[in-house]
């Protein structure tokens, strides 16, 4: 046996490939090299580590005398929602194209960036991409809702205190999102940074901040607080690009006068927005994820009891409450007035949201022999529930073989029994 004289190791030409990709062999001090070498990662599969990688890191000390790349980010299998690594043989594997025709690019990309743990291997599942479409719909819905806005001209015109509450809030809600991204893009954990955007443009900006500062119908939005939403969603389309480039390059250059060559992909990354110096940004959100609990049980009580949105509530309340956002409180329940009282009316209905206890008259609003009935019936089956939660309880046999969690279940399911059963015969 005799070896070929002519021939090249497979990796030969690769492992030069961070210097020779800047001519660095052959002009060791260009400008390119120079300004390019090191670089700060690599993204690469696990299975070269040896072949190509380590191969890469040698070079570089021999050549130039420090590494080339400071981290190497492994990438995972992509493999289908059994666990099985897509293959042709097992006919396993979605064609990509079909699948951008049918979700978008960007949705596509979301679906697997949502699925891409750091150093895991991809779990792809088509609903995700489904996911991304529907956020994609989202952003375009937000983005027609306020271009449909009439900016009001009188520019002496103050902001609302929903309004201004609402910036508030959101600015310190978006600078403490920004901090939790920046983590984990240094942990390369890429799925969450995207989790993180996710939630804040959903929940925080749809479905709050932008309710509340919603004009009413046939009236105009003051100055002031279009351009802050503008900025915010500016910022957000910038947080959102790195994930889906297109639509928000689309709706980028859509929402403001932009120059002919400018483009989202040169906007620096969004830092923490300026929060007014006498805000306490902890403290603003704490008390806002009081307000959301509270405003969702005011939206319970409507919906149990058949009360429509237009008509107007009064609100008792018996202990601490913070007034903070009780203007947002008023115009997200439609609360007329909120009182204190040191114990509620007759026939109010009553809820717990910390440790205040809040109950709204009901007076003239619905048929109360038939509440009473109701409420009796729910009572007669929590009691009977509860009986048969303490039979377990008090069974010394189930006490002494049942795991610890089944146990600890089982007496949530006592706690949340008796809280229920408080409420309503208070409120019987």
Known sequence: MKQDEDCLDTWFSSWLWPISVFDGINNPDNEDI???????????????????????????YEYRREACFQNVYFTGI???KLGRKMSKSLG???DPIELM???????VRMGMLLTSPAGNDLLFDEALCEQGRNFSNKIWNVFRLMKGWEEEMDLDLAPSETSRLACDWFRARFNASVIEMNDCYAKYRLNEALMVVYKLFWDDFSSWYLEI????????????????????????????????????????????PRGENDSIMNCP????????KHIDSEDIIRKFEKTQELIANIRTVRLQKNLPNKEALTLNVI????????????KMGHISDILHVTEKLSGSVSFLSGACEYAIPMEGMIDSVAEKAKREEEIAYLEGFLRSVMAKLNNEKFMANAKPQVIENELKKKADAELKLQSLRGNN
């Open 101 to 107: 025709e049918k979700y978008g690019a960007d949705g």
């Open 34 to 60: 120079k300004y390019y070498y090191p670089t700060n990662d690599l993204v690469t599969a696990p299975e070269i580590i040896f072949f190509w990688v380590a191969r890469m890191i040698m070079s570089g």
């Open 319 to 330: 202990g601490e409450h913070d007034p903070t956002f009780d203007a947002i409180i008023k």
């Open 92 to 94: 396993n594997s979605p």
């Open 269 to 276: 990354m969004p830092t923490a927005l300026s929060p007014d």
């Open 213 to 256: 500062i919603k004009p009413a119908y046939g009236q105009n939005i003051d100055s002031y607080t279009y351009a802050e939403a503008v900025d915010i969603f500016d910022d957000l389309l910038c947080l959102l690009h790195p994930f889906m480039p297109f639509i928000t390059e689309e709706l980028w250059q859509e929402m403001l």
């Open 78 to 80: 992509v493999r289908d």
